[in-house]
Nanobody, 124 residues
């Protein structure tokens, strides 16, 4: 299984970025696809997830209304559209896949597969 994240970069506060996560190596039907982030000196934290089948989504309060997760089943790719970026959004962003439900999905330990991470830097 391979999750390839891309799209990170440097952006000014208030700007936008779109991250992509290309998944391969297995069928992800029944899985949840998600994004976590880890800022320097901090623990990895949940950002958002989406069910591969059905498309239901869940967001951390800190990004609700600014970030949007989506998927393209034909391309086996998950996207994270990030708008109104803030300096506190600066982190390495990781895509991941898991079989989890509800609040369990907020725990990084519940996630089975991880991408390599892509750095997002938001300047003030």
């Amino acid at each position: 299984v391979q999750l390839q994240a891309s799209g990170g970069g440097l952006v000014q506060a208030g700007g936008s970025l779109r991250l992509s996560c290309a998944a391969s190596g297995r069928t992800f039907t029944g899985y949840v696809m998600g994004w976590f982030r880890q800022a320097p000196g901090k623990e990895r934290e949940f950002v958002t997830n989406i069910r591969w089948s059905g498309g239901s989504t869940y967001y951390a309060d800190s990004v609700k209304g600014r970030f949007t997760i989506s998927r393209d089943n034909a391309k086996n790719t998950v996207y994270l559209q990030m708008n109104s970026l803030k300096p506190e959004d600066t982190a390495v962003y990781y895509c991941a896949a898991a079989q989890c439900k509800g609040s369990n999905c907020r725990n990084p330990d519940r996630w089975s597969y991880w991408g390599q991470g892509t750095l997002v830097t938001v300047s003030s």
